[in-house]
């Protein structure tokens, strides 16, 4: 135990946590953040334009912490991704961790991720596994890694493993402060929430770890501000989604991968991105431009009619592209049928 305290000892530790309109719960937050058995060096709260009694709360519960927590008011609304990219710059730590406004931490979360951080220098990321509760906190026997179980999130990742679906929430993370030079700016291309975008570029250029235990309880109150069907309403909610979402996905889909694509192929100028990292990222961006094909042509396919279809669609099918990038057969009927 002496040498997992002095491994966090050697981090100065920053916490990005962003507020809008959480007066219901961010005290308890961030008094399990500020409780920890390794407390955070700094606590960067950017609060995106509050107007109910968030700020009040914050106040009263770092009321005497003054040399820790930093309250930020954003004079206009940013946005979810963009009031993360102000406290994230704001950070000055080693090991930046993000925080939602509603959820709430266990006493040991940041000693256990920096534990996961001592074993190497070249890991980048570590997430972990998350109890999910209703609005009163109240386990729903559910975990984060138990609801996506077909995305793997507790063994490692490869690339077209994360294109079919990143699945890392933000407030499970945390991250070396060199990735800042690399995620900055984030984009706010519709499809990459601000920690799948943290997470899939920390994956490109770095190792990761995975912590298979809950850290803390991830609250699902029907107001979160990252939207997720599986979590929210099962199968059934996702499905009515992939009904109403229309044909504009596939340009919008498209377009995000082009995105990353174009991040990647800045990183990889970037003098920052260290020789033993250049193939991995040469191996994600060989992936991005395979996704960007088959993008492409799910965006095309759609203008044909259906009899005009079959025949490009079974051809991506049995390349495996449909299997490799999303849903299997499910997806391949989808864009087969779709109006």
């Avoid at 256990?112 to 570590?126: P, R, W, Y």
Wanted: aromatic share 8%; with cysteine.
């Amino acid at each position: 135990m002496q040498g997992e305290n002095l491994i966090g000892q050697n981090y100065k530790i920053s916490v990005a946590l962003c507020t809008f309109n959480g007066g219901n719960f961010i005290g308890l937050q961030l008094e399990s953040i500020l409780n920890q058995s390794r407390p955070p060096d700094e606590v960067i709260i950017c609060d995106d334009a509050s107007t109910d009694d968030t700020i009040a709360i914050l106040r009263r519960v770092a009321a005497g912490r003054s040399s820790t927590v930093r309250i930020i008011q954003n004079e206009k609304k940013l946005g979810c991704v963009k009031n993360f990219e102000k406290a994230i710059k704001l950070t000055t730590g080693d090991i930046i961790f993000l925080s939602d406004q509603d959820d709430v931490w266990f006493k040991e979360k940041i000693a256990s991720v920096l534990i996961a951080f001592g074993e190497s220098d070249n890991i980048g990321l570590v997430y972990s596994d998350a109890i999910i509760t209703n609005a009163a906190l109240e386990a729903t026997g559910c975990t984060l890694f138990g609801r996506r179980k077909k995305m793997h999130l507790s063994g490692k990742r490869l690339p077209h493993q994360l294109m079919r679906g990143v699945g890392i929430n933000g407030c499970t993370m945390a991250f070396r402060s060199c990735l800042k030079d690399f995620i900055l700016p984030i984009s706010e291309t519709e499809g990459w929430g601000h920690d799948h975008w943290i997470a899939f570029i920390a994956h490109a250029v770095m190792d990761n770890r995975s912590i298979d235990k809950p850290l803390m309880y991830y609250r699902r109150h029907g107001h979160n501000s990252g939207n997720d069907p599986f979590l929210d309403g099962g199968w059934l909610t996702n499905l009515r989604g992939l009904a109403t979402e229309g044909t504009t996905a596939y340009a919008r889909d498209l377009y995000r991968w082009e995105v990353m694509l174009m991040r990647l192929d800045k990183i990889e100028k970037s003098q920052s991105l260290l020789l033993e990292y250049r193939a991995r990222l040469n191996i994600f961006k060989g992936e991005c431009e395979q996704r960007i094909k088959f993008a492409r042509l799910r965006e095309h396919i759609k203008q044909a009619g259906r009899m005009k279809r079959i025949m490009p669609l079974v051809h991506a099918l049995l390349k495996g592209n449909y299997h490799r990038y999303l849903h299997g057969i499910k997806s391949f009927f989808k864009d087969l049928l779709i109006l």
